[in-house]
């Protein structure tokens, strides 16, 4: 079985500020793992997931993640915070192999940006 | 480019009515999904398709039916609505990658108030 923990439901940083989003994850088989965004009033977005290739993934927008698995995490990064960077972010887990129906989604963290 | 499209936008029933919420997409895609988005609870899933023809249960299907007469299209149907139904409903969809899953493509979301 899978599960996924984000921690901290809201994350605030300046702008030009390191962004960490934080995720850890339990899964019983080495898992597949993606980080969503959400802006206001949309539905989900990919910005990046890792199948197992390499460790560091990058995404869209200057994000990337570090699959650690002694640390079963997956923390999402940037480097500069910008404005437009203010939504919801969503980390999910699953399965190899199993399809899209055992993706089990995390609570959500959602950034705020100060300018 | 339409991706995943969803009908209505924005809904309000009274309790006991009943509706359907349209899901369209012109990927090609193999699987559907609807989910639920609720406060602080992330993503779940309530019914969900792998082709045309077929659907099986999700985590939360109690309450709802869904129907996938067209490998494009994927109904969600509420016979009779409660309080407990309001949410923000989204769909999604996949395609079948070999070696793997593959990320969601999810549409705009419908808001449902229950009242």
């Known amino acids: 079985a899978q599960s996924v923990t984000q921690l901290g439901s809201h994350v605030s940083v300046s702008e030009g500020a390191l962004v960490l989003l934080r995720c850890n994850y339990s899964?019983?088989?080495?898992?597949?793992l993606f980080w969503y965004v959400q802006y206001p009033n949309q539905g989900l977005q990919l910005l990046l997931k890792y199948t197992s290739a390499a460790t560091l993934v990058k995404g869209i927008n200057g994000f990337e993640a570090e699959f650690k698995k002694s640390e079963t995490s997956f923390h999402l990064t940037k480097p500069s915070a910008h404005m437009s960077d203010a939504a919801e972010y969503f980390c999910?887990?699953?399965?190899?192999?199993?399809?899209?129906?055992?993706?089990?989604f995390g609570a959500g963290t959602r950034l705020f940006v100060k300018a | 480019n339409a991706g995943v499209t969803q009908t209505p936008k924005f809904r309000v029933l009274k309790t006991g009515q009943s509706m359907t919420l349209l899901c369209a997409q012109d990927?090609?895609?193999?699987?559907m999904y609807w989910y639920r988005q609720d406060p602080g609870m992330g993503l779940r899933l309530i019914h969900y398709?792998?082709?045309?023809?077929?659907?099986a249960k999700g985590e939360v299907p109690d309450g709802y039916n869904v129907s996938r007469l067209k490998k494009q299209n994927f109904l969600l149907g509420l016979e009779s609505a409660a309080p407990s139904q309001t949410s923000v409903y989204f769909c999604?969809?996949?395609?079948?990658?070999?070696?793997?899953?593959?990320?969601?493509?999810f549409g705009q979301g419908t808001r449902l108030t229950v009242v």
């Open positions: 990927m090609n895609h193999e699987y």
């Open positions: 398709s792998v082709g045309e023809g077929t659907t």
């Open positions: 899964s019983s088989v080495p898992p597949y």
């Open positions: 999910a887990v699953s399965a190899p192999n199993t399809g899209g129906f055992k993706t089990i």
């Open positions: 999604a969809s996949s395609y079948i990658s070999n070696g793997g899953n593959t990320e969601a493509f």
